[in-house]
């Protein structure tokens, strides 16, 4: 198996278990300590702890969230991957209270990979439509 192979599969396992089961065990095996977010949802993500927190809050929100990842591209160090989250808005998210609505969103995020661990991440993430989706 290539480099290549393993970012792809730990990704894969990143986003089942770490998003779609809560484990934050999984979220720390694949990000580096120091991991890095450049996103546009005004949350500064400047350590593994603090990408955690965020995957936390998320879930808090949307507690029966599903990620799907629908593509996984690897060359180099960096591993593409192209989602869609689907959940009930049950909590608090970007200042909404929650609505009870069922929402699904799409986002890219974009992996720089060193030894095995993610170090830096860009997510482009579908959050206007998301909150279109939150408001009456």
């Known amino acids: 198996m290539t480099s290549e192979d393993d970012n ?14 809560g484990d934050p065990a999984e979220l720390k095996a694949f990000l580096g300590d120091q991991f890095v977010s450049h996103n546009s949802l005004n949350f ?23 990620t799907s990842v629908e593509d ?19 909590g608090e998210f970007m200042g909404k209270a929650a609505s009870g609505r069922f929402v699904t969103t799409t986002w890219i995020e ?10 830096e991440g860009w997510v482009e ?12």
């Open 8 to 21: 792809k599969a730990a990704v894969r396992r990143f986003f089942e278990e770490g998003w779609n089961k």
């Open 44 to 66: 500064s993500v400047q350590s593994s702890d603090d990408y955690c927190r965020g995957v936390v809050a998320y879930r808090v929100a949307f507690p029966d969230l599903v």
């Open 72 to 90: 996984v591209i690897a060359e180099g160090d960096r591993v593409v991957v192209r989602g869609t989250d689907r959940g009930t808005h049950q």
């Open 110 to 119: 974009i992996f720089r990979m060193e030894s095995g661990k993610a170090v």
């Open 125 to 136: 993430a579908d959050t206007k439509g998301l909150l279109d989706q939150l408001s009456p």
